[in-house]
């Protein structure tokens, strides 16, 4: 009988082991730092990427002739905006 009941108590611990609230609580709280984690730094590198792309077109902006950078201040003087 001792066997038994040492054998029974094994399965019993091991099958509500899985099925525990505190078990069920970590996992929630591992996908949600998880998708924390990963929402930051996704959202970090779509705000570099859009920064980049904006230095991008400023600096293809200067390069054209005759933008207002390029002027000279007298000339720029007599130009209504």
């Not at 029974?8 to 525990?20: F, P």
């Not at 609230?21 to 924390?36: H, P």
């Not at 929402?39 to 200067?62: H, N």
Request: with cysteine.
């Amino acid at each position: 009988m001792g066997i038994d009941w040492a054998y029974e108590a094994t399965i019993n611990e091991t099958c509500t082991h899985w099925s525990s609230s505190e078990d069920t609580w970590f996992g929630f709280r591992l996908w949600l730092g998880l998708g924390v984690a990963f929402g930051m730094s996704g959202t970090m590198v779509y705000y570099t990427w859009k920064s980049l792309r904006r230095e991008q077109r400023l600096r293809r902006l200067r390069e054209v002739p005759g933008t207002p950078e390029d002027q000279p201040e007298e000339q720029m003087a007599d130009t209504e905006f």
